[in-house]
């Protein structure tokens, strides 16, 4: 009998042994389950974005682009241009293009962060293309401003003026200004060479050097930079503003020549 009882157990331990092989089991699911969930979680959400997104692009894309984005006479092909192409002309407004022209302009932006979002994932669904960059690859603190204004110089002054104020192109086409641009619209651009600008890829202008000249646009090239210069009428430098000297300046004193002459005539009548 005394045998018989001490191999009984109390109700309260095999409680405990219970709760114990629940946690275990419990600590087996959170190993393992979470990942797949996660994946599975991850697959859906974009699968939704995707879904929303051709929605969006059926009413306002497809009349150019094509319903598969196959492109048309009123517009190219999407098939690769990636998400970054879509978030910099959708983002900045230049699409759903205004009026047909020479160049899309900057305007006020018709979508909301979300809807961009997802009409990016579904042009991405439809070929492989540069993707929408993280914070880490434009951030200006993590460039070099001073390397960045060679890079500029060397890259893009030819078209955006070497203070980046911008300029005429051929046939109606313009190099937009930069001034107080956002970051990563700047990183996109130079990654997707955006409508008559060519492409920076990083096997020619490698991500660090991208994120430079972004350093130096925004050092120099914001509202609240300082200009020590002055009035710079635009900023496009010597020639334009010798001639405005040699304009301006020569003809008032041809004027003031003309004004002493005729004030020396009247007094010698007189």
């Known amino acids: ?36 969930e996660a994946q599975a979680g991850n697959t859906a959400a974009q699968s939704l974005a995707i879904e929303e997104g051709d929605a969006l692009y059926q009413v306002g894309c497809s009349s150019c682009h094509g319903r598969s984005g196959e492109g048309g006479s009123d517009g190219p092909s999407l098939v690769g241009v990636g998400p970054a192409a879509v978030h910099f002309q959708v983002g900045t407004g230049r699409m759903p293009m205004a009026n047909p022209g020479a160049q899309a302009p900057e305007k006020p932006r018709v979508y909301t962060d979300d809807e961009i979002t997802q009409l990016a994932a579904f042009i991405g669904s439809l070929g492989p293309g540069p993707a929408i960059p ?21 890259n893009c002054a030819q078209c955006h003026n070497f203070t980046g104020q911008g300029g005429a192109l051929t046939h109606g086409k313009f190099a937009p200004e930069l001034t107080d641009v956002d970051p990563i619209y ?9 409508q008559n600008m060519p492409s920076f890829p990083d096997s020619v202008l490698p991500e660090q050097e991208k994120r430079d000249i972004i350093a130096w646009l925004d050092a120099v090239n914001t509202s609240e930079s300082p200009n020590p210069g002055g009035f710079s009428l635009g900023g496009f430098g010597p020639v334009s503003e010798g001639l405005f000297a040699w304009t301006f300046g020569i003809g008032a004193l041809v004027a003031l020549t003309v004004w002493i002459g005729a004030r020396s005539a009247k007094a010698r009548k007189s």
């Open 186 to 194: 700047i990183y996109e651009a130079m990654l997707t060479g955006p």
């Open 134 to 154: 993280d914070v880490s690859a434009y951030d200006p603190a993590d460039g070099d401003a001073a390397r960045g204004g060679e890079l500029f110089r060397t």
């Open 1 to 36: 009998m005394k045998k018989l009882s001490a191999r009984r157990r109390h109700p309260l331990a095999v409680f405990v042994v219970l709760l114990i092989a629940l946690a275990a089991t419990g600590g087996l699911y959170t190993a393992f389950a979470p990942a797949d």
